[in-house]
């Protein structure tokens, strides 16, 4: 199969405390056997599988760094992976950062640029709604610190390489106009609106009820200043579900039926599944094969059984979304959000009703505008 993304954890430690992380504080304790960087060693065959994979796939895939964060590593050993991996990637090969921008130096800007690195800044908005969770390790603001590392990003004259976005978490209690004129007033050029992590079993932040629907309804107002906004940032999530209400494909897993295929590498070289499903269980994104770059070759994994496996559990399998008239949309939500104990990830998404809020409120709009809906939704 195609592999997408391949996100590779520079660091397993994180410079912060967010309350809601699904690395540290919802029960996986994964990263405590892990390095705490990725050794020289480790980037050495990290670059070697990468090379290998690139010649077995026509695709080219994105590499995104990631961690804990990923600045942990430090300016010197920043360049060297960068280095190491632009060698074997070349620019047809997209190569991004996401970290949470309290450690961004002009120093670590200037490397990021001389290898075409995109850097996607975690803030989830004005200084009151981001220091509610997004909180250092004696609990005080990071808010300030996060901005003026925006500032350095949107301020280099390689701007439209380097400062890629922000990825920002919902709280439902917050006023998404105000969330969203402030990402305006960073010059954004796109944002990526995540759901809080959660599932049936422990729901998620600020969501009463399967039935309730926070999320939906704060989504809902998103879209309206967004459509309403003759000079938008790009909201991929939105541009998601607009784009599969009007018969196209999305680009990422949690919506649509696209294949997103998707792979990580920890900082010991070993590989595992998508690290959201952290939150679901204990050991949820390890498998059961010891796969490593350092014995393994990363083309062979991609084709196994277990692999596949996995891969399928991006599918929704629960009757409710089999029958759902807005699954081709919807796409059952990302797996983390199906979890409940007793039925696993057979169940809608937790997000179900915000979903249905969501993309009815996306379609009635369309209709509005005579725009000619996916057969399946008419
Ligand atoms: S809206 Fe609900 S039932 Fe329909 S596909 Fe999404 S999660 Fe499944």
Redesign the pocket.
């Known amino acids: 199969m195609n592999i997408d993304t391949i996100l590779v954890k520079v660091a397993s430690r994180c410079n912060i405390n967010c309350t809601y992380c699904y690395v540290y504080n919802m029960g996986d304790d994964g990263w405590q056997d892990m390095p705490a960087l990725m050794s020289s060693s480790t980037i050495q065959a990290l670059s070697s599988s990468l090379t290998e994979l690139a010649s077995a796939q026509s695709r080219p895939f994105a590499t995104v760094l990631h961690g804990g964060e990923p600045l942990m590593l430090g300016a010197r050993r920043l360049e060297y992976l960068l280095g190491a991996l632009r060698a074997v990637l070349p620019e047809t090969h997209v190569i991004c950062m996401q970290t949470n921008g309290m450690l961004l130096t002009p120093e670590v800007v200037e490397i990021c640029a001389k290898f075409r690195v995109g850097v996607s800044i975690s803030l989830d908005g004005p200084k009151a709604v981001n220091d509610r969770f997004r909180l250092g390790k004696h609990g005080e603001s990071t808010h300030d610190r996060v901005v003026a590392g925006i500032k350095l990003l949107r301020d280099h004259p390689m701007s439209g390489v380097l400062y890629a976005g922000l990825l920002s978490v919902i709280d439902p209690f917050s006023d998404p106009a105000e969330v969203y004129e402030y990402f305006k007033g960073l010059s954004a050029p796109s944002v990526d609106f995540l759901y809080r992590d959660g599932n049936h079993s422990n729901l998620p932040f600020g969501k009463n009820a399967f039935e309730s629907v926070e999320y939906g309804r704060w989504l809902s107002r998103l879209l309206d200043v967004y459509l309403a906004d003759p000079l938008p940032p790009r909201i991929r999530f939105l541009d998601d579900i607009i784009k599969l209400c009007l018969g196209g494909r999305g680009i990422k897993e949690g919506l649509g039926d696209a294949d997103y295929g998707i792979a990580i590498i920890e900082t010991d070289g070993s590989v595992s599944k998508n690290d959201t499903l952290k939150s679901s269980f204990n050991g949820a994104d390890r498998f059961v094969e010891n796969w490593s770059v350092h014995h393994d070759r990363l083309s062979e994994i991609f084709a196994s059984t277990e692999f596949a496996q996995y891969h399928a559990l991006q599918r929704?399998t629960?009757k409710?979304?089999k029958n759902?008239k807005?699954?081709g949309v919807?796409?059952?939500?990302m797996p983390l959000h199906r979890w409940k104990v007793g039925s696993e990830f057979d169940n809608?998404?937790v997000y179900?009703n915000d979903?249905?809020e969501l993309i009815s409120n996306v379609i009635d709009r369309l209709k509005r505008e005579g725009l000619q809906l996916d057969p399946r939704l008419r």
Do not use: A, R, V
């Not at 919807?330 to 939500?333: A, F, R, S, T």
């Open positions: 929704p629960s409710d979304c759902c807005l699954e919807c796409g059952g939500g809608p998404s179900c979903q249905k």
